[in-house]
């Protein structure tokens, strides 16, 4: 596997690569690699003749900086776990080689990004969206992979290849859970017994809405329901539980069952912010 740190020996590998006719799959990521980043790598390397997974913790996207400092970070096991992944090529810049300036470019998302984690975490979306946006532009990858996991920064980035014209297809992959349901996190390494044993009720919760959706109890029922199961786990403290369009990320509007439903949460175990999501009523 060739590792890269810098934008232009890669674009070199990229470009020889794409000359042979390979198509090329880029799996953007933050590093503390688990199963579920791996899931991602595995789809890319189906799909692609060449696979890069990018590693950085893209400092723009964090609003808190004790969250930034905290971020689980190990960059050798990384490599290790990409090596064995089957993954052609791994690119792991520096904040200098990422941002050589203080970018000074906002990417803003309108009311995709004025609920949930958009509202929680003023600018993380921008940031998000700027690193993504120079990978993209780095790379050029054929197709990109994104986990459903983080279903809001799905549709945004999703948002971004259209409004930018990208001619890139923005891959979706189902959030690889633990067995009790937990939806995989490189977090989750931080949480201690007790906080991982209470962490699966995020997932319970919000299967308790999507359940209660599919008998068609009215979306606040529903929504109410899940944020009073929750009240039992005094040491969660839910940020938010919403049940919004899958698309337009709005309050649903149409009659139960007729429009696709994410039902999405973000609640704190200590100082460990966690986020899932359950889809309802999809067609595809
Ligand atoms: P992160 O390193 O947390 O920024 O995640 C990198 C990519 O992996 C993002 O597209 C995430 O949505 C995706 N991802 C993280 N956890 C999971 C999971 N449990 N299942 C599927 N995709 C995931």
Known sequence: MRVFSTPEPLKKYISDNRGNGKEIGLVPTMG?????????????????????????????????QTDLKNYPRDLGQDILKLKKSGCQAA????????YPQKPLTTLNFDSLEEVMEGAYRPGHFQGVALAVS???????????????????????????????????????????????????????????????????????????????????????????????????????HVEYLEVVHSTTLKQPMAELGSEPLSVCIAGLIGDIRLIDNVQVFQTD
């Open 32 to 64: 503390a690699l688990h199963q579920g980043h791996l899931q991602l790598i595995s789809k890319s390397i189906q799909d692609n003749s060449v696979t890069v997974s990018s590693i950085y913790v893209n400092p723009t996207q964090f609003n808190n």
């Open 134 to 236: 120079k990978l993209f532009h780095f790379i050029q990858p054929d197709r990109a992979y994104f986990g459903q996991k983080d279903w809001q920064q799905l549709v945004i980035i999703r948002q971004l290849v259209n409004d930018l014209g990208f001619a890139i297809d923005i891959v979706g992959v189902p959030t690889l859970r633990e067995a009790d349901g937990l939806a995989m996190s490189s977090r989750n390494q931080r949480l201690n017994h007790n906080q991982r044993t209470v962490a699966s009720e995020l997932y319970r919760a919000i299967s308790l809405v999507k359940m209660k959706l599919e008998k068609l109890v009215g979306v606040d029922e529903a929504r109410q329901m899940g944020v009073d199961y929750l009240r039992k786990f005094s040491s969660i």
């Open 91 to 98: 690119f792991c810049p520096s904040d200098e080689v990422m």
